[in-house]
């Protein structure tokens, strides 16, 4: 199986706004999805949620760097029989970045980047289902 990084696919944009954003009022830090948007808290050893459910179309994840290293976040998932992956830079503790992107249905790996992180616990699954 071939891996494909960074590459566009038509029914895919992902967009790193490389921006630091606001916190959605109703998060309070905490990680969740509501109305479109996807808040990820990338704690010591967590993402906030194991497994999440979200409908198929636009989606803007936050992602906020909740713990006291650095982390990052990285989505991987597989189409037609190719690797794919997008995600943040290395966010400094209480650092925020954006993500926005359209996904079809499928499964969705999240996990932070950073060597060791992802095996002490820091990976979630994303699941999107149909509208």
């Known amino acids: 199986m ?7 696919v038509p029914w895919m944009l992902a967009l790193a706004l490389g921006i630091l954003a606001p916190i959605p009022a109703w998060a309070h830090g905490q990680a969740g999805y509501r109305d479109g948007v996807l808040e990820v808290v990338l704690n010591q050893w967590s ?7 979200v409908p198929a179309g636009e989606l803007t994840l936050h992602v906020v760097n909740g713990g006291t ?25 209480g650092e925020a970045h954006v993500l926005m992107a359209a996904l079809p249905p499928g499964e969705y790996e999240l996990y932070c980047a950073v060597p060791g992180h992802k095996e002490a616990g820091m990976m979630a699954f994303l699941r999107v289902v149909p509208r």
Do not use: C
């Open 2 to 8: 071939g891996r494909r990084v960074g590459k566009s």
């Open 47 to 53: 993402l906030g949620f194991e497994t999440i459910e």
């Open 69 to 93: 290293l650095q982390h990052n976040l990285r989505v991987e998932f597989e189409r037609g029989g190719q690797e794919y992956e997008f995600g943040t830079p290395l966010l400094a503790p």
